[in-house]
């Protein structure tokens, strides 16, 4: 049994990591507030640009542009979110594995060297240079300063790839923020633009909505339906408008915009991950440091009861002999 030195000194020790912990707590909690807001701030424009996308795909049957063209693949660049520091719990780890599940996918199918990987962060920049994958660039500071024309610039050097042939297919692969409780891992298609996937996607993040579907406003554009406004009320967007010059000059703009905007909503959807997994740890450590102080001083108290008891004995021992 260990003596009651050895006690009070583990007790100061375990005082000390709960007050670092309960204090990185705070501090992840008020970092994922402004991420929230961050990311509130940026839903109208995304709600809108896909309210106009969504549009324009019932006015017209299959648009077509150099982005959304499907073609085989051959080479694939995947860009890949983690934080620049760790102390999260299995954020970054999920991120790498899921990083290397499709590395060795894609190398088991096209060969190797057919894969490039664009980190951002510093876990999984490091992580993959170790593993010697084919790394380009090194953007750890946009996790800490989430800034979105650095996201235009990777979009658009990753678009001109693809345009030239270098790269025919890019994924992102991050956290999607549902909830600070909830943090989905997911692995998204960027380039060529999937627009059934990523137009039918749900809101995850409470986001109240009232566009429809494109299956049903393919529905309505087929029966032709025209929905009654009333006086006051503002005409959702239909069919019935001009688009100039045409429709594939019109998409060959927003496509682009909707590629900036996936990847700075992945960005803020990962930065806030990272902080809402680093606040649940830091309540997780600071839970057990708690339980441990209550078993430490539980096993303090009985040893120093102990050894009152034994000098009452002693000195009870000692009278009588006298």
Known sequence: MPSLKEIKGRIASVNSTRKITSAMKMVASSKLHH??????????????????????????????????????????ALVVFSSNSSLCGGFNANVIKLMQRTVNAYTD???????????????VYEKARKLGYDVHGERNALIDHPHV???????????????????????ILYHHFKSAGSQVLTNKQFLPVDLEA???????????????????????????????????????????????????????????????????????????????????????ATDNADELLRELNLQYNKGRQAAITNELLDIVGGSTNA
């Open 109 to 123: 199918e096209l060969g190797e060297g057919s894969v490039e990987v664009y980190p951002i962060g510093r876990k």
């Open 149 to 171: 024309q650095e996201c235009i610039d990777l979009a658009m050097e990753l678009g001109t790839k693809f345009a030239e042939g270098q790269i025919d297919r890019v994924e």
């Open 198 to 284: 990523e137009l039918g996607r749900d809101h995850e993040r409470d986001l109240t909505t009232n566009v429809v579907t494109k299956k049903a406003q393919d529905y309505l554009k087929k029966n032709r339906r025209k929905k009654v406004v009333k006086e006051g009320e503002t005409a959702p967007l239909n069919d019935n408008f001009i688009v100039e010059p045409d429709m594939n000059t019109v998409l060959s703009l927003l496509l682009p915009k909707m590629a900036h905007l996936m990847l700075y909503t992945a960005l803020l959807d990962s930065v806030a991950s990272e902080h809402a997994a680093r606040m649940v740890a830091m309540q997780t």
């Open 35 to 76: 991420a929230q807001v961050a990311i509130q701030n940026m839903l109208p424009y995304e709600t809108m640009l896909e309210h106009i996308l969504k549009s324009f795909l019932a006015a017209e049957a299959e648009p077509q542009t150099i982005f959304d063209q499907e073609r085989p693949v051959k080479r694939v």
